[in-house]
């Protein structure tokens, strides 16, 4: 079972270059780190995290991903790097593919591509997203990503991205590209994971709903002739429970990640000592 840490980092959180090399002192497997663009002041979507709706102000706080993640890659050599998640219905497929590229070619192929379709209908619009056919949109970045990654003249002809041969480079470091893991619990994730990702990553999931998902994926991917245990599963944004961790571990787990509060240093570092103490020894 491998334990990483998701973090939401901010102009006034800790340095998520300190946090990254003390993580992969400690012996954390991974860093995962959010992406929300933009937060609107009047949003009609309700937060699907709690009872009241309300979306914390600290989403709009949150620094970019891929910024982040580079300057993590820098201090630290083993410690792997993830998006929970980037929203890609929200960004060009030609130049997140570039970034998710240089990324990985950075840091030695250390990317993890955590992504989702995103909840909040507003954002997803403002930024250029179809919210209602947003899985859609999905699939079809992730495909022509997967040719600009793969081949040396890259096209893509689809409903939402539509482009003639063109050279994209670098190349990831992975072959032939970095893992792709769906967040979320949608009725058709499972569907979606062994179709065309590498792994499924849910939140706010209990161990029997992912020893369930476990078995779904499991012959889902039999099915259609894939090893069930090429496709991860990723924990997302747990507690630091050593017992929570060992039955999501026999759940059919993969991975576990831990959160992280939002902090200065100093109170950040404890929480790692903290979780550290808690998950890894």
């Known amino acids: 079972m491998d334990i990483g840490i998701s973090t939401f980092p901010t102009d006034y959180s800790a340095d998520i270059a300190l946090v990254a090399k003390r993580a992969e002192e400690l012996g954390f497997e ?70 998710v590229a240089t990324l990985d070619m ?32 999905t699939r079809e970045a992730i495909l022509a990503m997967k040719e600009l990654w793969t081949k040396t003249e890259s096209e893509y002809h689809g409903a939402f991205y539509d482009f003639p041969p063109v050279y994209s480079f670098p190349r990831p470091a992975q072959r032939p590209h970095p893992p792709v893991l769906l967040g979320g619990m949608a009725g058709n994730v499972f569907k979606r994971v062994v179709a065309w990702g590498d792994g499924w990553m849910p939140n706010r999931v209990t161990p029997e709903q992912v020893k369930q998902g476990r078995a779904a994926i499991d012959e889902l991917a039999e099915a259609a002739g894939r090893d069930p245990s090429s496709i991860q599963i990723s924990v997302f944004g747990q507690a630091s429970d050593r017992d929570l961790v060992s039955r999501f571990e026999e759940a059919g787990a993969n991975r576990v990640m831990i959160r992280v509060e939002t902090a200065p240093e100093a109170e950040t570092m404890v929480q790692l000592e903290s979780i550290a103490s808690a998950v890894l020894r």
């Open 106 to 137: 950075y840091s030695g192929g250390r990317f993890l591509f955590g992504i989702g379709a995103g909840w909040l209908r507003e954002e997803t619009e403002m930024m250029g997203g179809d919210f209602r056919r947003r899985w859609s949109q």
């Open 30 to 99: 991974s860093l995962w780190v959010p992406e929300h663009p933009v937060l609107p002041v009047r949003a009609k979507t309700p937060w699907p995290g709690s009872a009241d709706g309300v979306i914390p102000r600290l989403y709009a706080d949150i620094v970019d991903p891929f910024v982040a993640l580079a300057r993590a890659s820098g201090v630290t050599s083993t410690l792997k790097l993830g998006t929970g998640i980037c929203l890609v219905p929200e960004r060009n497929p030609l130049l997140l593919a570039k970034e």
